[in-house]
Protein backbone atom coordinates (compact mmCIF):
# COMPACT_ATOMS: atom_id res chain seq x y z
CA UNK A 1 0.00 0.00 0.00
CA UNK A 2 2.64 2.44 0.88
CA UNK A 3 4.68 1.32 -2.57
CA UNK A 4 1.75 2.36 -4.52
CA UNK A 5 1.35 5.68 -2.68
CA UNK A 6 4.82 6.55 -3.29
CA UNK A 7 4.46 5.38 -6.80
CA UNK A 8 1.53 7.58 -7.42
CA UNK A 9 2.76 10.45 -5.68
CA UNK A 10 6.37 10.22 -7.97
CA UNK A 11 3.74 9.78 -11.12
CA UNK A 12 2.07 13.02 -10.23
CA UNK A 13 5.16 15.25 -9.20
CA UNK A 14 7.01 14.41 -12.28
CA UNK A 15 5.84 16.55 -14.39
CA UNK A 16 6.72 19.54 -11.72
CA UNK A 17 10.43 18.87 -11.91
CA UNK A 18 10.44 19.86 -15.74
CA UNK A 19 11.77 23.50 -16.01
CA UNK A 20 9.37 24.26 -18.56
CA UNK A 21 6.55 22.94 -17.03
CA UNK A 22 7.26 24.60 -13.74
CA UNK A 23 7.43 27.74 -16.69
CA UNK A 24 3.67 26.93 -17.88
CA UNK A 25 1.80 26.09 -14.73
CA UNK A 26 2.98 29.42 -12.88
CA UNK A 27 2.11 31.56 -16.68
CA UNK A 28 -1.22 29.81 -16.65
CA UNK A 29 -2.13 30.26 -12.45
CA UNK A 30 -1.04 34.30 -13.22
CA UNK A 31 -2.88 34.24 -16.26
CA UNK A 32 -6.13 32.75 -14.55
CA UNK A 33 -5.97 34.86 -11.71
CA UNK A 34 -5.47 37.82 -13.79
CA UNK A 35 -8.84 37.02 -15.27
CA UNK A 36 -10.29 37.05 -11.79
CA UNK A 37 -8.88 40.25 -11.20
CA UNK A 38 -10.24 41.56 -14.17
CA UNK A 39 -13.78 40.36 -13.75
CA UNK A 40 -14.33 41.75 -10.43
CA UNK A 41 -12.48 45.13 -11.26
CA UNK A 42 -14.58 45.59 -14.77
CA UNK A 43 -18.00 44.74 -12.52
CA UNK A 44 -16.72 47.49 -9.34
CA UNK A 45 -15.67 50.37 -11.49
CA UNK A 46 -18.83 50.03 -13.90
CA UNK A 47 -21.35 50.34 -10.92
CA UNK A 48 -18.82 52.93 -9.51
CA UNK A 49 -19.34 54.98 -12.47
CA UNK A 50 -22.61 54.28 -13.67
CA UNK A 51 -24.86 52.80 -10.64
CA UNK A 52 -26.57 50.91 -13.29
CA UNK A 53 -26.50 46.86 -13.25
CA UNK A 54 -27.50 47.48 -16.90
CA UNK A 55 -24.09 49.37 -17.84
CA UNK A 56 -22.58 46.37 -16.00
CA UNK A 57 -24.13 43.78 -18.52
CA UNK A 58 -23.25 45.92 -21.42
CA UNK A 59 -19.48 45.73 -19.97
CA UNK A 60 -19.79 42.01 -19.61
CA UNK A 61 -21.41 41.46 -22.78
CA UNK A 62 -18.96 43.58 -25.04
CA UNK A 63 -16.36 41.25 -23.10
CA UNK A 64 -17.41 37.82 -23.65
CA UNK A 65 -19.04 38.21 -27.35
CA UNK A 66 -15.46 39.01 -29.12
CA UNK A 67 -14.03 35.87 -27.06
CA UNK A 68 -16.89 33.59 -28.85
CA UNK A 69 -16.71 35.12 -31.84
CA UNK A 70 -13.03 35.18 -32.50
CA UNK A 71 -11.67 31.86 -30.93
CA UNK A 72 -11.70 29.99 -33.77
CA UNK A 73 -9.20 32.50 -35.20
CA UNK A 74 -7.41 31.93 -31.81
CA UNK A 75 -7.34 28.27 -32.52
CA UNK A 76 -6.31 28.82 -36.20
CA UNK A 77 -3.29 31.01 -35.27
CA UNK A 78 -2.32 28.89 -32.63
CA UNK A 79 -1.55 25.96 -35.31
CA UNK A 80 0.07 28.53 -37.11
CA UNK A 81 2.72 30.26 -35.44
CA UNK A 82 2.97 27.86 -32.16
CA UNK A 83 0.68 28.05 -28.43
CA UNK A 84 4.01 28.98 -27.04
CA UNK A 85 4.23 32.57 -29.39
CA UNK A 86 0.29 33.10 -29.12
CA UNK A 87 -0.25 32.62 -25.44
CA UNK A 88 2.91 35.18 -24.94
CA UNK A 89 1.95 37.80 -27.41
CA UNK A 90 -2.20 37.51 -25.65
CA UNK A 91 -0.67 37.75 -22.42
CA UNK A 92 1.99 40.82 -23.12
CA UNK A 93 -1.34 42.67 -24.93
CA UNK A 94 -3.70 42.45 -21.95
CA UNK A 95 -1.00 43.30 -19.64
CA UNK A 96 -0.57 46.78 -21.33
CA UNK A 97 -4.51 47.15 -21.80
CA UNK A 98 -5.11 46.51 -18.18
CA UNK A 99 -2.36 48.85 -17.13
CA UNK A 100 -4.09 51.48 -19.29
CA UNK A 101 -7.40 51.17 -18.36
CA UNK A 102 -6.05 51.11 -14.73
CA UNK A 103 -4.04 54.48 -15.43
CA UNK A 104 -6.90 56.04 -17.14
CA UNK A 105 -8.92 55.54 -14.22
CA UNK A 106 -6.78 57.17 -11.78
CA UNK A 107 -6.72 59.81 -13.98
CA UNK A 108 -10.37 60.07 -13.93
CA UNK A 109 -10.89 59.81 -17.22
CA UNK A 110 -12.59 56.30 -18.16
CA UNK A 111 -16.19 56.89 -19.42
CA UNK A 112 -18.77 53.83 -20.00
CA UNK A 113 -17.70 53.87 -23.47
CA UNK A 114 -14.31 53.11 -22.87
CA UNK A 115 -14.76 50.62 -20.14
CA UNK A 116 -17.26 49.08 -23.60
CA UNK A 117 -14.68 49.09 -26.05
CA UNK A 118 -11.47 47.73 -23.16
CA UNK A 119 -13.82 45.22 -22.58
CA UNK A 120 -13.80 44.13 -26.09
CA UNK A 121 -10.39 44.13 -26.62
CA UNK A 122 -9.75 41.95 -23.70
CA UNK A 123 -12.07 39.68 -24.84
CA UNK A 124 -10.34 39.31 -28.72
CA UNK A 125 -7.35 39.20 -26.91
CA UNK A 126 -7.86 36.25 -24.47
CA UNK A 127 -9.67 34.35 -27.41
CA UNK A 128 -6.02 33.99 -28.72
CA UNK A 129 -4.49 33.07 -25.42
CA UNK A 130 -7.18 30.27 -24.31
CA UNK A 131 -6.92 27.58 -27.23
CA UNK A 132 -3.11 28.06 -26.76
CA UNK A 133 -3.07 27.42 -23.24
CA UNK A 134 -4.89 24.00 -24.13
CA UNK A 135 -2.63 23.34 -26.57
CA UNK A 136 0.90 23.53 -25.57
CA UNK A 137 1.13 21.04 -23.29
CA UNK A 138 2.23 17.97 -25.72
CA UNK A 139 5.51 20.29 -26.38
CA UNK A 140 6.23 20.70 -22.98
CA UNK A 141 6.11 17.03 -21.49
CA UNK A 142 6.27 13.64 -23.02
CA UNK A 143 2.88 12.15 -23.92
CA UNK A 144 3.25 9.63 -21.11
CA UNK A 145 3.25 12.50 -18.36
CA UNK A 146 0.16 14.23 -19.67
CA UNK A 147 -2.76 12.65 -17.40
CA UNK A 148 -0.46 14.09 -14.60
CA UNK A 149 1.02 17.25 -15.97
CA UNK A 150 -3.49 18.08 -17.04
CA UNK A 151 -4.22 17.10 -13.64
CA UNK A 152 -1.54 19.39 -11.94
CA UNK A 153 -2.41 22.39 -14.60
CA UNK A 154 -6.21 22.04 -13.39
CA UNK A 155 -5.29 22.56 -9.78
CA UNK A 156 -3.90 25.34 -10.57
CA UNK A 157 -6.19 26.64 -12.32
CA UNK A 158 -9.31 25.74 -10.00
CA UNK A 159 -7.32 27.83 -6.84
CA UNK A 160 -6.31 30.82 -9.46
CA UNK A 161 -10.06 30.63 -10.15
CA UNK A 162 -11.21 30.99 -6.57
CA UNK A 163 -8.23 33.58 -5.46
CA UNK A 164 -8.62 35.76 -8.43
CA UNK A 165 -11.82 37.00 -8.00
CA UNK A 166 -10.99 36.99 -3.67
CA UNK A 167 -8.05 38.96 -4.03
CA UNK A 168 -9.02 41.62 -6.31
CA UNK A 169 -11.88 41.99 -3.75
CA UNK A 170 -9.87 42.59 -1.10
CA UNK A 171 -7.60 45.06 -3.57
CA UNK A 172 -10.53 46.66 -4.41
CA UNK A 173 -12.04 46.63 -0.75
CA UNK A 174 -8.77 48.57 0.43
CA UNK A 175 -7.62 50.86 -2.40
CA UNK A 176 -9.88 50.95 -5.78
CA UNK A 177 -11.09 49.24 -8.82
CA UNK A 178 -8.03 50.95 -11.11
CA UNK A 179 -5.34 49.75 -8.96
CA UNK A 180 -6.75 46.66 -9.34
CA UNK A 181 -6.71 46.95 -12.99
CA UNK A 182 -2.90 47.68 -12.71
CA UNK A 183 -2.28 44.60 -10.69
CA UNK A 184 -4.23 42.90 -13.31
CA UNK A 185 -1.97 43.96 -15.49
CA UNK A 186 1.17 43.06 -13.59
CA UNK A 187 0.09 39.67 -13.32
CA UNK A 188 -0.61 39.11 -17.19
CA UNK A 189 3.06 40.55 -17.85
CA UNK A 190 4.40 38.22 -15.85
CA UNK A 191 2.80 35.05 -17.18
CA UNK A 192 3.95 36.25 -20.80
CA UNK A 193 7.23 36.35 -18.78
CA UNK A 194 7.34 32.60 -17.83
CA UNK A 195 5.49 31.49 -21.60
CA UNK A 196 8.79 33.31 -23.01
CA UNK A 197 11.60 31.00 -21.16
CA UNK A 198 9.34 27.90 -21.85
CA UNK A 199 11.52 25.45 -24.42
CA UNK A 200 9.58 23.15 -26.30
CA UNK A 201 10.76 19.49 -25.78
CA UNK A 202 11.86 18.34 -29.06
CA UNK A 203 10.02 15.82 -31.26
CA UNK A 204 11.05 13.90 -34.15
CA UNK A 205 9.73 14.37 -37.75
CA UNK A 206 6.83 11.63 -37.42
CA UNK A 207 6.05 12.31 -33.87
CA UNK A 208 3.56 14.49 -34.28
CA UNK A 209 1.11 13.16 -36.35
CA UNK A 210 -1.68 12.52 -34.59
CA UNK A 211 -3.83 8.97 -34.87
CA UNK A 212 -7.01 10.80 -35.65
CA UNK A 213 -7.58 11.80 -38.99
CA UNK A 214 -5.47 13.95 -41.05
CA UNK A 215 -3.11 15.97 -40.34
CA UNK A 216 -5.34 19.34 -41.51
CA UNK A 217 -5.33 21.40 -44.41
CA UNK A 218 -3.27 20.61 -47.75
CA UNK A 219 -0.45 23.15 -48.59
CA UNK A 220 -2.98 24.91 -50.71
CA UNK A 221 -4.97 26.24 -48.21
CA UNK A 222 -3.31 28.89 -46.65
CA UNK A 223 -6.11 31.33 -46.14
CA UNK A 224 -7.58 31.93 -42.81
CA UNK A 225 -11.13 30.85 -43.42
CA UNK A 226 -9.47 27.46 -45.42
CA UNK A 227 -7.30 26.69 -42.08
CA UNK A 228 -10.71 27.34 -39.94
CA UNK A 229 -12.90 25.33 -42.48
CA UNK A 230 -9.91 22.46 -42.09
CA UNK A 231 -10.30 22.12 -38.26
CA UNK A 232 -14.26 22.25 -38.31
CA UNK A 233 -14.09 19.22 -40.92
CA UNK A 234 -10.98 17.40 -38.89
CA UNK A 235 -13.14 17.92 -35.54
CA UNK A 236 -16.82 16.67 -36.90
CA UNK A 237 -15.46 13.75 -39.83
CA UNK A 238 -14.06 11.90 -36.89
CA UNK A 239 -16.18 9.67 -34.84
CA UNK A 240 -14.11 9.80 -31.63
CA UNK A 241 -13.83 13.87 -31.64
CA UNK A 242 -17.19 14.20 -32.24
CA UNK A 243 -17.91 12.10 -29.16
CA UNK A 244 -16.33 14.37 -27.01
CA UNK A 245 -17.43 17.08 -28.46
CA UNK A 246 -21.22 16.08 -27.95
CA UNK A 247 -19.90 15.05 -24.19
CA UNK A 248 -18.55 18.20 -23.95
CA UNK A 249 -21.48 19.94 -25.02
CA UNK A 250 -24.12 17.59 -22.97
CA UNK A 251 -22.13 18.14 -19.45
CA UNK A 252 -21.79 22.19 -20.59
CA UNK A 253 -25.29 22.37 -20.73
CA UNK A 254 -26.04 20.28 -17.50
CA UNK A 255 -23.60 22.26 -15.88
CA UNK A 256 -23.89 26.09 -16.85
CA UNK A 257 -27.72 26.04 -15.63
CA UNK A 258 -27.85 23.51 -12.95
CA UNK A 259 -25.06 24.72 -10.86
CA UNK A 260 -25.93 28.01 -10.97
CA UNK A 261 -29.47 28.72 -11.02
CA UNK A 262 -30.09 25.07 -9.78
CA UNK A 263 -27.59 25.64 -6.93
CA UNK A 264 -29.23 28.66 -6.36
CA UNK A 265 -33.11 27.42 -5.82
CA UNK A 266 -31.69 24.23 -4.35
CA UNK A 267 -30.38 25.92 -1.54
CA UNK A 268 -32.59 28.92 -0.71
CA UNK A 269 -35.88 26.70 -1.93
CA UNK A 270 -35.61 23.07 -1.41
CA UNK A 271 -33.09 23.28 0.95
CA UNK A 272 -34.02 26.46 3.01
CA UNK A 273 -30.74 27.41 3.45
CA UNK A 274 -28.88 30.88 2.07
CA UNK A 275 -25.82 32.11 0.74
CA UNK A 276 -23.85 29.85 3.01
CA UNK A 277 -25.21 27.07 2.23
CA UNK A 278 -24.98 28.36 -1.73
CA UNK A 279 -21.29 28.50 -1.05
CA UNK A 280 -21.76 25.04 0.46
CA UNK A 281 -22.44 23.44 -2.58
CA UNK A 282 -20.35 25.59 -4.69
CA UNK A 283 -17.59 24.44 -2.37
CA UNK A 284 -18.23 20.89 -2.65
CA UNK A 285 -18.83 20.88 -6.38
CA UNK A 286 -14.96 22.60 -6.33
CA UNK A 287 -13.24 20.05 -3.69
CA UNK A 288 -14.46 17.00 -5.47
CA UNK A 289 -13.31 18.28 -8.66
CA UNK A 290 -10.05 19.04 -7.12
CA UNK A 291 -9.89 15.49 -5.35
CA UNK A 292 -10.93 13.82 -9.05
CA UNK A 293 -8.10 15.42 -10.89
CA UNK A 294 -5.42 14.59 -8.54
CA UNK A 295 -6.47 10.83 -8.50
CA UNK A 296 -6.65 10.64 -12.25
CA UNK A 297 -3.19 12.30 -12.51
CA UNK A 298 -1.55 9.56 -9.72
CA UNK A 299 -3.47 6.54 -11.76
CA UNK A 300 -0.67 5.12 -13.48
CA UNK A 301 -2.76 2.79 -16.44
CA UNK A 302 -4.53 4.75 -19.11
CA UNK A 303 -8.38 3.64 -19.12
CA UNK A 304 -10.16 3.05 -22.12
CA UNK A 305 -11.66 6.66 -22.60
CA UNK A 306 -14.81 5.78 -24.13
CA UNK A 307 -15.50 3.82 -21.79
CA UNK A 308 -14.89 6.28 -19.17
CA UNK A 309 -16.64 9.29 -20.99
CA UNK A 310 -19.64 6.90 -20.75
CA UNK A 311 -19.59 6.21 -17.61
CA UNK A 312 -19.24 10.07 -16.49
CA UNK A 313 -22.15 10.74 -18.58
CA UNK A 314 -23.95 8.07 -16.52
CA UNK A 315 -22.38 8.73 -13.39
CA UNK A 316 -23.44 12.49 -13.61
CA UNK A 317 -26.89 11.26 -14.49
CA UNK A 318 -27.42 9.76 -11.40
CA UNK A 319 -26.50 12.60 -9.50
CA UNK A 320 -28.13 14.96 -11.47
CA UNK A 321 -31.50 12.69 -10.66
CA UNK A 322 -30.84 12.82 -6.68
CA UNK A 323 -30.34 16.56 -6.32
CA UNK A 324 -33.84 16.88 -7.67
CA UNK A 325 -34.80 14.59 -4.67
CA UNK A 326 -32.64 14.93 -1.76
CA UNK A 327 -34.18 16.80 1.04
CA UNK A 328 -31.63 17.66 3.17
CA UNK A 329 -27.78 19.61 3.01
CA UNK A 330 -25.93 16.86 4.21
CA UNK A 331 -26.90 14.95 0.96
CA UNK A 332 -26.40 17.53 -1.52
CA UNK A 333 -23.35 18.13 -0.58
CA UNK A 334 -22.24 14.38 -0.84
CA UNK A 335 -24.11 14.02 -4.22
CA UNK A 336 -22.83 17.64 -5.44
CA UNK A 337 -19.07 16.40 -4.35
CA UNK A 338 -19.56 13.14 -6.21
CA UNK A 339 -20.28 14.80 -9.24
CA UNK A 340 -17.35 16.81 -9.21
CA UNK A 341 -14.92 14.16 -8.64
CA UNK A 342 -16.30 12.48 -11.82
CA UNK A 343 -15.63 15.22 -13.64
CA UNK A 344 -12.39 15.74 -12.28
CA UNK A 345 -11.09 12.39 -12.82
CA UNK A 346 -12.31 11.90 -16.40
CA UNK A 347 -11.32 15.41 -17.36
CA UNK A 348 -7.39 14.39 -17.00
CA UNK A 349 -8.12 11.48 -19.03
CA UNK A 350 -10.02 13.28 -21.91
CA UNK A 351 -7.80 16.25 -22.32
CA UNK A 352 -5.01 14.03 -22.60
CA UNK A 353 -6.66 11.82 -24.95
CA UNK A 354 -6.65 15.04 -27.41
CA UNK A 355 -3.71 16.19 -26.62
CA UNK A 356 -1.85 12.61 -27.27
CA UNK A 357 -4.24 11.73 -30.57
CA UNK A 358 -4.82 14.68 -32.24
CA UNK A 359 -2.59 15.94 -35.58
CA UNK A 360 -0.50 18.48 -33.13
CA UNK A 361 -0.85 20.83 -36.71
CA UNK A 362 -4.37 21.11 -35.84
CA UNK A 363 -4.28 20.62 -32.08
CA UNK A 364 -5.77 23.98 -31.38
CA UNK A 365 -8.33 23.94 -33.66
CA UNK A 366 -10.23 20.97 -32.76
CA UNK A 367 -10.07 22.92 -29.15
CA UNK A 368 -11.13 25.85 -29.93
CA UNK A 369 -13.77 23.94 -31.71
CA UNK A 370 -14.83 22.68 -27.98
CA UNK A 371 -14.66 26.17 -26.06
CA UNK A 372 -16.97 27.80 -29.09
CA UNK A 373 -19.37 24.60 -28.91
CA UNK A 374 -19.31 25.36 -24.89
CA UNK A 375 -19.83 29.49 -25.24
CA UNK A 376 -22.60 28.49 -27.37
CA UNK A 377 -24.56 26.02 -25.09
CA UNK A 378 -23.77 28.11 -21.95
CA UNK A 379 -26.32 31.10 -22.27
CA UNK A 380 -28.72 27.92 -23.96
CA UNK A 381 -28.51 26.31 -20.42
CA UNK A 382 -28.96 29.25 -18.38
CA UNK A 383 -32.44 30.14 -20.39
CA UNK A 384 -33.54 26.72 -20.24
CA UNK A 385 -32.87 25.94 -16.53
CA UNK A 386 -34.25 29.09 -15.51
CA UNK A 387 -37.60 28.20 -17.36
CA UNK A 388 -37.55 24.70 -15.51
CA UNK A 389 -36.71 26.08 -12.19
CA UNK A 390 -39.84 28.46 -11.94
CA UNK A 391 -42.04 25.01 -11.21
CA UNK A 392 -39.07 23.62 -9.01
CA UNK A 393 -35.84 22.30 -8.80
CA UNK A 394 -36.89 18.78 -9.99
CA UNK A 395 -37.98 19.17 -13.48
CA UNK A 396 -34.91 20.95 -14.25
CA UNK A 397 -32.91 18.17 -12.40
CA UNK A 398 -34.80 15.61 -14.05
CA UNK A 399 -34.56 17.17 -17.38
CA UNK A 400 -30.47 17.64 -17.47
CA UNK A 401 -30.08 13.54 -16.01
CA UNK A 402 -32.63 12.95 -19.36
CA UNK A 403 -30.01 14.45 -21.44
CA UNK A 404 -26.90 12.92 -19.70
CA UNK A 405 -28.39 9.13 -19.88
CA UNK A 406 -29.31 9.65 -23.28
CA UNK A 407 -25.89 10.74 -23.92
CA UNK A 408 -24.59 7.69 -22.02
CA UNK A 409 -26.18 5.29 -24.12
CA UNK A 410 -25.03 6.96 -27.57
CA UNK A 411 -21.55 6.52 -26.37
CA UNK A 412 -22.34 2.86 -25.51
CA UNK A 413 -23.73 2.44 -28.73
CA UNK A 414 -21.31 2.78 -30.78
CA UNK A 415 -18.54 0.42 -31.14
CA UNK A 416 -15.68 2.95 -32.56
CA UNK A 417 -16.16 4.98 -29.78
CA UNK A 418 -16.48 2.39 -27.12
CA UNK A 419 -12.87 0.90 -28.22
CA UNK A 420 -11.50 4.59 -27.44
CA UNK A 421 -8.17 4.18 -25.82
Same mark, same amino acid.
Given at each position: ?77 G ?32 TL ?50 L ?5 G ?83 F ?24 ? &?? !??? /? #?? $????? +? @???? %?? =? *?????? &?? !??? /? #?? $????? +? @???? %?? =? *? ?9 ? /??G ?8 F ?5 Q ?33 A ?32
Open positions: MASTLVDARERLSAPARLPSFRLLWLGQSLSLLGDGFSYIAFSWITLGLTQSTLALGYVLAFQAVPRALLTLVGGSLDKWSARTLMKLSSWARAALMAGVGLAGLAGSLWMLCCAAAAFGAVDAFFQPARASILPSVVDKEQLAPANALLAVGTKVSAVGPAVGMVVAFSNAPVAFLVDGVCFALCGVCVAGIRPVPRPAAEGEGAAGSAGPPPAEVSLGARIRAGLRYAFEDPRIRTILAVDAAVTCQAGPFTVGFATLAKVDLHGGSATL &GL !LNG /A #LA $GGAML +G @TLVG %GA =V *GSSPRI &GL !LIA /A #LA $GWLAI +G @TGLL %GL =V *GNTAGALVTVA /AMFGMGFQGVGLSWIRTIDGSVLSRVISVDMVIGYAVAPLSLIVCGALQSGTAPMFAVSAAVLAVTAIGILSSRTVREMR
